[in-house]
């Protein structure tokens, strides 16, 4: 009877089978390489456009969201109607907190036109009036400095924050922050930058006009360049419970009708709402590419098994006289079994761990074109490795057992 006859020594004598047979063992694992290849960059591809599409939904900052628009009158009778009101004014975000169930903030903003100028270098941009509860209500971050306090909007403080693109423009890689600028002829301090918005797979006009804009406190831009009673152009109202949408519209139409005194010269946007459709559309498209894409990667997996299954067959053929010297030395069925599944195992392992090898080094190549990169994902990884394993032995059971129930007579006549 054979001793000494173990795994170890099972996969040396699969690797080396390999070794001898390099073309062979290549052309073999080629299905199962692209295969566990195709899986793990999958994974980290869309693990990658996965974060940045909600990080972009996340910058477009309008979850639990609803804007409060000025809506102007159809006729002559909503006309005088709508004179008892002075439009939206910055008192109706006080009153709606004041009345609050629903609401957790509430951002009043008047948008405006300026010539901005630092140096010589002069641009027309958009200017928002905002207090500084627009950063809370729309997800609003700074790359460097801070946003304004509630004191310099209330004192009509002469300060601003750039947007990310306009700050490269007027002071290209010099810091901006405590510099000071013209707005129409005004001077006002640089105290904070803000963040990049969007990325390559979220990105709209607004993204792109905050960035190229600043912002004013509210209240120094209705002193000093639209007039203090210049109405409104929005207010963003947010909830952070996403299931009272409808709450928060009903509370909000209830307050401002009582503010307005039953005038109904404005109308709610319920972006939300719409946020939250768009999301589910993502949700299914992302779902679908992963069915698609798995697909793929499932299909050249099984191909690859399919080769595998030939070459063990043909290995077998190969080694006929080796299989029925082993067993005439005292060698078990279960033992022949045990080598020829093993060695379809580390075939179809070795394959795996090339594919993935290549995936990783394909996600690394092309994560320089993702903002936030692409990560390597691990489960994919140990996914790609544990079905390239799996389909070792699936497809090695078959050959092990024709070896296994050979006779040791009838294997070495038939390989003379």
Known sequence: MMRGWNVGE????????MWHHKLRSTLTLLGIILGTLSLTVMTSLLDGVTAAVWEGFADLGFDGVMYVMNSPPKNLREQAIFARSRGLQPEDARFLLSRARAIHAVAPALVSEALVRAGDIERRVRVMGVTSAYNDVRGRSLETGRFFSDAEESGFAPVCVLGHRLNRRLFGSEEALGKTIMVDSRPMRVIGVSERLGNEFVND????????????PLATLRAYYAGTEAPLSFMAVKTNDPERLTDLKAETLASLGI??????????????QEILKVRKEIKTVLRNWHVVLGTIAGISLLVGGIGLLSVMLIAIGERLYEIGLRKALGATDAQVFLQ?????AVLSLMGGLLGVAAGIGITKSVSRFFSGGLPIHLMGVLFALGVSLALGILYGIYPALKAARMQPVEAIRTAT
């Not at 099972?10 to 089978?17: D, F, K, P, S």
């Not at 006009?205 to 004013?216: C, N, R």
């Not at 020829?340 to 379809?344: I, K, P, R, T, Y």
């Open 10 to 17: 099972i996969v040396r004598t699969a690797l080396g089978e």
């Open 205 to 216: 006009d607004d993204f792109v006009e905050e960035m190229e804009g600043l912002y004013l």
């Open 259 to 272: 503010a307005h005194r039953g005038a109904g010269d404005f109308r709610i946007e319920n972006i939300a």
């Open 340 to 344: 020829f599944l093993v060695e379809s």
